[in-house]
Antibody
């Protein structure tokens, strides 16, 4: 069964850092582009980051550029998101999502909550 | 990149057809056939319902259909059922190699 499982979320103070992980199973992880998408409480979805299959190319939303870093380890079938200089507005559920052969997200994790509060 | 525009809510009675619009610009919806739609129940992860404007993934009911005209995409749900009550998000690839979502439309089955 194809699955994505996020971990690493929690409560942090403004300015602190956090590293999220997303472990894949049931499919060829190294063949797929991956993305991070977040959802603030009671709000819509916000795409925040993309990384290609080999990890050599990445893109970010303006809201997180320079503060968040996406990476992957294909040997561990894992995707990561390093969150730095966190702000209250970064409070959200963070999803990792597999990008299909085209430009859509066909497999999502269950999400991991991040709360930024003093 | 500005978010796409969707109505906050749409409602219908069982058996009725409803349509949710998703408006973008010539830099996203209007420039690419990479519009997708997602269904989300409270507390759950989104689920892909439509990709590439009008294609349904395996397992998604044929009551769901998508289309696009210019800078506006649409999701139509035919034969509305109680289980269709959820929030629906549209998404588009953009000219700067990013993705943008709409704010979501809550579908209520009366």
């Amino acid at each position: 069964q194809e699955r994505l499982v996020e971990s690493g979320g929690g409560l942090v103070k403004p300015g602190e850092s956090l590293r999220l992980s997303c472990e894949a199973s049931g499919f060829a992880f190294s063949d797929h582009y991956m993305n991070w998408i977040r959802q603030a409480p009671g709000r819509g979805l916000e795409w925040i980051s993309f990384i290609n299959d080999g990890g050599s190319s990445s893109f970010y939303a303006d809201s997180v550029k320079g503060r968040f870093t996406v990476s992957r380890d294909n040997t561990k079938k894992s995707l990561y998101l390093q969150l730095s200089s966190l702000r209250r507005e970064d409070t959200a559920v963070y999803y990792c999502a597999r990008e299909s052969e085209g430009n859509w997200f066909d497999l999502w994790g269950q999400g991991v909550p991040v709360t930024v509060s003093s | 990149q500005s978010a796409l525009t969707q109505p906050a809510s749409v409602s219908g009675t069982p058996g009725q057809s409803i349509t949710i619009s998703c408006s973008g610009t010539s830099s996203d919806v209007g420039d690419y056939n990479y519009v997708s739609w997602y269904q989300q129940y409270p507390g759950k992860a989104p689920k892909l319902m439509i990709y590439d404007v009008s294609n349904r993934p395996s397992g998604v009911s044929d009551r769901f259909s998508g289309s696009k005209s210019g800078n506006t995409a649409s999701l139509t749900i035919s034969g509305l059922q109680a289980e269709d009550e959820a929030v629906y998000f549209c998404s588009s690839y953009t000219s700067i190699s990013t993705y943008v979502f709409g704010p979501g439309t809550k579908v209520t089955v009366l």
